[in-house]
Structures are given as structure tokens and as C-alpha cells.
């Protein structure tokens, strides 16, 4: 039996704050009220601090293959910088190769997860095949697997057409499965890439010319027609366009059930980056690209708004020494997409979005915890309530600190939020009601235990969120 207690912290829902302490048993919460004095393993005066729910990162890529290299971070080192960050569980994507059931591919990626992962994790499915036998494994999936979600992408060379899109979302909207979608247009990329090659720009700042604005704003577009026509329910990841936010937004005015994610680097970031010395705009090479400020406006104003629901990272880590500048230097189109961002999201999502009074911290917790529980049915998670996972992150508003890549746990080279001034930071961070990430004065530690999390099973979204 292991007891905590967190006492005289601000303790923030998605609906309001109050001044509680919380007490935790056996990794999960009993009682939240004031002046809580029963005996506890642990005693924490929070006072002055908040007490969050643990985020909730329902976009990375953990040991992902990529041409015979594999995204860095795997489920240990991924966890331990989520740990570090505030992050107490994740969904990450199923690899799929051609042939594969899905059950395999889920079994695989566990086998990846177990005896690694130091936090809680549940999987989306991919589907990279118009395959009968993998449609009719949506059900199983849903039911039995934990795994009622499904990422389908329009581009990349494991692109689904639109035939096989809108047989995926009849058969999900039979399970109440949600299909994600990467939405972006690959005939547009596949033209700019050629106007850019016959002049010669195949420098990283033209992988963002290569892929216009309207280039996610189609897909996002295509895809919700397609949803619109079956009734199905759809997620867009990693929104990036100002364009694609109105689409969804004329879409849920319509009646379609669509729920969007964006990324902190589509928020705080933009394509002046690829500009940077050298080769130094490889960094920032991930697909979607990042965009303008009037984008990143944009997507505030979605979040204010409730247009998108969730925040998420797509953590994707590819060393800039090594991998990004070993394949990039001489065109664009062969440096490794993906980014790492899993150990900076509450922080800067805190800094850029509550500290400078573009969202509430109640918004906060909604996008980073709450939203993401319910709409990916994690049921234990995503709130401070009675019965939940004691999965808990006490925030100290006043800590700052300036992102230095040496100082963070991600198991890769660079940060693209490097030399950002933090202005607040988590003090203690549980999981389960166990001590996994502290404050040391100078930066977090990890005081975790790789192997302890566990495999989180979804459950289909039962009404809207
Ligand atoms: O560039 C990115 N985002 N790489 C990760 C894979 C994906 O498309 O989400
Ligand atoms: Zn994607
Ligand atoms: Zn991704």
C-alpha cells in the first residue's frame, strides 16, 4: 500500500480551479478536499503550485522504422523525457508492413513497449493497405484489441487511396472506431517538388514550398467530405494551415463529427526557421512543415475556440548530426522528417499559450488531458478525480527555465525549441501515484522506473466530446 498526499496546490480541471489537496492509494486517487490530514508515504506542500493532470501525448513515434534507421527514442528513453516533462501517458503509432494483420503489428509494437515503457501507453492502428482481412479487423481491434483507432495516411508511399478511405470509415463508423487522418495532397508535393528541382532549390527552406498551404487544406477537405458521405467520425493530426482549421470548422458547422490536433511547433514556429545558417533548417523538416505567424494565429484561436480539441507532439526524433545533415544536404526531399518534442510540450504550451494569455490554464488541461482521455477512451486518465489514475503533475508557475538541448532526456541532438524561456515549469511529476520527475534546481531529473508502465486499452468514443 503507498499513499500520497499533495497538499495546499491550486488544483485545475477543464472546468474550474479550486484550492484541494489530493490523496492517492495504490497508484489511484481517493479523496480531493481541504485539509486533508490522513497519514502518507508522501507529503507534498504544493502551495503556490498547480496540480495538473498528467498530459496526455496522443501523437509520437517511438522506435518507428524509417529507411533501415529507426526514429532515436524508444520506449525508454521516449517515457523517461516524457516523464520529464509532465507527460504521463502516450498513444503511439503501430508500424504496419505490407501483409501484417494488424494484431500483429500491435503485437510487435508491444513487445517494443514492454518491459521499457517508465509511463502507461495505448497504440493507434496504421493502415497502409486496402486489404479486406484488415478492414474486417476493425472490429476485433475496437472490441478486443484496445486499439480503436486507426491512422490512414493521403501521402508518403504507405498512402491508402480514396476508395480504400471511405471503406475504412463506413467500417469504423459500424464499431464507433475514429479514423485519424495525415491529410495532405500528394500530387500537389509531387509537382512542387519538380517546379523546385528544374530551378534548382533544394535547399530544406523549399521543403515548405514544396508542400503549400493548400496542400493540407485539399486533403483536410477531401477527407471530411469523404466523412461527410458516410457519417463517420474523423481526427485530423498535426493541423497545421490556417485553410484546413476553416474547412473543419465549416465541417462540424455542417454536422460532421470531426475532432483536430495540432503541435506546439505549428503554434510557436515558422518557415523563417528553414532559412537558418548552414544547414540548420533540416531540424525543422517535418511534414506537415511549419508555417507563417497568420497560421500560427490561426490555430490559437482554434483552441480558444474549441475547433481543435487536442495538442499533441508527433515526436519523431532523427539525430541533426549523423542523420538529417548525412542525407539532406543536397536536396530537401531526402532529409528524415520528423522532430522531437515530447519532453518540451506542457511547459511551452504553457509559456507560449497560458503565461502569455492566450489560453487559460483550464483550456490547458482541457487539449493536454481531458479532451485526449475521452476522446482516445482512456478511461483511468485525464482528469483529477476520484478513481482515476493518480497520474499528477505539480506545475510551479514562477520556475523558469531556458530550453538547452543538453538538459532535456530526449535521445537526440537538438531541440527546435532551443534557447526558448520557459516561464514555469513542473516541480514533481507521478504517475500511478509514483514519483518519476523532479525538479533538482537546475533541471529535471528522471527518478522513474523503466518496464513499470503498462499497456493502456482504448475503448471506442461513446457520444461526442
Ligand atoms: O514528419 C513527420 N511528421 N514524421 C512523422 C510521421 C508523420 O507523418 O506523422
Ligand atoms: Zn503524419
Ligand atoms: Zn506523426
Redesign the pocket.
Known sequence: MSSLLIKGGTVVSASGRCEADVYAQNGSIKTIGSALNMPADEVVDASGQYVLPGAIDP?T?LA?PLNGYS?QDDFETGTVAAACGGVTSLID?VDCRPGDSLYESIERKKSLARGKAALDYGFHGTIIEDRPELIAELKPACLDYGVPSF?V?M??DIRVDDAAILQLLAEAKKHGALVQV?AENPAVIDYMNRVLAQKGKLAPYYHAKSRPNLCEAEAIHRMLKMAELTGSRVYI??LSTAEGLEHIRRARERGVEVYAETCPQYLTLTEELYKSPGFEGAKY????PLRTEADNRALWSGIRTGAIQTLAT?H?PFDFHGLKDRFGTDDYKKIP???PGIETLLPVMYTAGVAKGRISLEKLVEVLSTNTSRIFGLRSKGEIAVGKDADLVVFDPKQKFTIQSGKLHMNVDYTPFEGFELEGMPSLVYSRGLKVAQWTGSQMEFCGKPGRGRFLKGRPLAGGV
Open positions: 501523437h513515434h518507428m526514429s503509432f491512422k495516411y501521402v508518403y495525415h493530426v498535426h523538416v517535418c511534414s506537415p508527433d519523431c522528417n520528423g522532430a
